[in-house]
């Protein structure tokens, strides 16, 4: 199943974005700093997420930028690289990460790592740890952004055009890296052939994220992973196209096809919990807005009407629920009676039946064997 769709603008209010701890500017250190907070003085407010690879698919890093998007300047810092030793990968910022912020009106920096130690777990393999950004770039980064007066999609373009400066202080600072761990890193030849393909023009560099995305799609078309919790094994591609030309290739954990209705299912499931950590729910919504704002949706060529969903399961969960327009408020509090959800979640899962709601996609909450 081929599903294709377009996005050209993302209304959207969350309504489950995390209180940020706020830093003053003068005392900022990104790599101290918690994964999104707020970052201040006297005369500007930015809301500051960091990811600790330029790959989407470790450590939430969508649920680090969604805290943030309740706050009207939002900046996301992301290494540029990050190569983990010769034994470990090295990943590189995507096209679609940077039209997926700029969609999103989230300032981007690319940053680099200056320092790390040996990674001492597996002593079988070569590979370092603990990698810092360089703080005083990311600082000096946060002043331009603080005077520039356009939007984050025209300074995420300009800074991808201007990007051969980090990726040179990139491969120094990995040089130095190397001489002071005595771990082999990757060959620089490859970092040289990065900076080429986004340096030409942007075009290229779609092309070049999209040849390693479409790959990514097509592995994962085929992967169940450990906590999805299906109801079908059925995974589809999904191509969406946004304002920019770019394109994304992403991938629907379920998909129900009747009729002409669309519904595209994000599965989130926990073995042990009455619901899946507040990360994985996050990253989950994060995909909602990509869904929620999808237009010209069309399956097989044919033109679709689109429904989003989110489905969180659990073995504890007795008695399911779903709510698709409207929510009843009788029936949520029974469910969470006889499943005896504990008090510390039921505001949680309130919020987010009321941010379903608001945003126009479907929540389940399911017991599964």
Request: aromatic share 8%; hydrophobic share 35%; net charge positive.
């Amino acid at each position: 199943m081929e599903i294709t769709g377009t996005i050209t603008g993302i209304p959207y209010t969350p309504l489950l974005c995390k209180p940020l701890k706020e830093i003053n500017f003068g005392e900022f250190d990104v790599n101290a700093a918690p994964s999104a907070c707020l970052v201040n003085d006297s005369r500007f407010q930015f809301a500051v997420s960091k990811w600790v690879s330029p790959k989407r698919t470790r450590s939430y890093p969508f649920e680090r930028v969604y805290n943030t998007l309740n706050i009207a300047q939002k900046i996301t810092v992301i290494p540029i690289v990050k190569d983990e030793g010769i034994d470990g990968d090295r990943d590189y910022i995507q096209w679609d990460t940077v039209s997926l912020m700029s969609l999103l009106n989230v300032f981007v920096i690319f940053a680099y790592y200056d320092s790390a130690v040996v990674n001492s777990r597996n002593k079988d393999k070569q590979k370092i740890t603990k990698q810092c950004f360089n703080n005083s770039y990311v600082l000096g980064k946060i002043k331009e952004i603080k005077q520039y007066h356009s939007s984050a999609l025209h300074w995420n373009l300009n800074e991808l055009q201007n990007v051969h400066s980090v990726i040179g202080k990139a491969k120094a600072a990995y040089r130095k890296i190397e001489r002071n761990t005595g771990v082999p890193l990757h060959s620089t030849d490859g970092l040289d052939v990065f900076a080429r393909q986004i340096g030409q023009d942007v075009s290229t560099f779609m092309q070049f994220s999209r040849g390693k995305s479409e790959k990514a799609q097509a592995r994962e078309i085929v992967t169940v992973q450990p906590k999805e919790h299906l109801q079908t094994q059925t995974k589809a591609k999904i191509t969406i196209t946004n304002f920019l030309g770019g394109q994304y290739f992403l991938t629907a954990d379920e998909v129900c096809y009747k009729g002409n209705t669309l519904t595209l299912i994000e599965s989130k499931h926990t073995k042990s919990g009455w619901l899946p950590s507040i990360g994985d729910i996050k990253d989950g919504l994060l995909k909602m807005i990509l869904f929620c704002n999808l237009t010209e949706v069309k399956v097989d060529g044919k033109t679709a009407r689109l429904c989003p969903m989110i489905r969180l399961t659990s073995p504890k969960i007795k008695k399911s629920i779903a709510v698709h327009r409207k929510l009843n408020e009788k029936e949520l509090l029974q469910f969470m009676k006889i499943n005896g959800i504990p008090i510390r979640r039921q505001q949680f899962i309130h919020t987010l039946f009321d941010e379903a709601q608001l945003n126009n996609f479907s929540l389940m909450i399911e017991g599964v064997e």
